[in-house]
């Protein structure tokens, strides 16, 4: 399945600032990923209406079908293991 992943947060939630360098990582170990600043991007947000900050949505890369949706801070294993289950 080809996937990817958006990263809905803020610059003022403190967990979203918490799980960023856990999203850079990933970034940097070839996973796709969007950053999507809720502030700013009013499109997304209304798409995939995250409920919280911070939110995972993953999805197919044409961003047209969610597959799977998590709220809250996670280490890098975790959401390794949820990417790829």
């Known amino acids: 399945m080809n996937k990817g992943m958006l990263f809905f947060s803020a610059p003022w ?7 960023k360098p856990v999203i850079n990582q990933l970034e940097k170990e070839g996973i796709n990923i969007k ?5 700013y991007d009013a499109a997304l947000v ?6 919280s900050v911070p939110t995972l949505v993953l999805t197919d ?6 597959k799977r949706t998590q ?3 996670w280490t890098k294993e975790q959401v390794l293991n949820w990417f790829n289950s």
């Open 61 to 66: 890369l044409s961003g047209n079908e969610i």
């Open 71 to 73: 709220a809250g801070g």
């Open 46 to 51: 209304e798409k995939y209406n995250p409920k």
């Open 35 to 39: 950053n999507v600043n809720v502030d």
């Open 13 to 19: 939630c403190e967990p979203c600032g918490v799980l």
